[in-house]
């Protein structure tokens, strides 16, 4: 049996309009995420976003894939629990946004 899905994935037409108000992210099908790559001065300043972005996804319980090389940070949102890009991710993206 396929896992319980507590929360829905996206439509289409529901990811166009979550895209529009995300202008750096970007809708990466290979990993049904949303992807926004942000590059920042140095890598103490790449850990401390990292520290402060990871602190408020795990308040929110949703949480980044991510990965870090020296200064740049490339972040993927996605719902494990709907298998695809929910209003978490969307939500999560705008605090992210917030922060960098
Ligand atoms: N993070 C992400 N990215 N997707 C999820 O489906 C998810 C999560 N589920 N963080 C949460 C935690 C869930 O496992 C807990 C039980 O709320």
């Given at each position: 049996?396929?896992?319980?899905?507590t929360i829905a994935a996206l439509t289409e037409p529901e990811l166009a309009?979550?895209?529009?108000l995300l202008?750096?992210?970007?809708?990466?099908?290979?990993r049904a995420?949303?992807?926004?790559?942000?590059?920042l001065t140095d890598f103490?300043?790449?850990m401390a976003f990292m520290v402060q972005a990871g602190f408020a996804a795990e308040r929110m319980d949703h949480h980044p894939e991510w990965s870090n090389v020296y200064n740049?940070?490339?972040i993927w949102l996605t719902t494990h629990d709907a298998g695809g890009?929910?209003?978490r991710d969307v939500a999560l993206a705008q605090v992210?946004?917030?922060l960098a």
């Open positions: 049996m396929p896992p319980a899905r309009q979550a895209l529009a202008p750096q992210w970007r809708h990466d099908p290979a995420a949303l992807h926004r790559q942000i590059v103490p300043a790449a740049r940070i490339d890009i929910s209003s992210i946004d917030s």
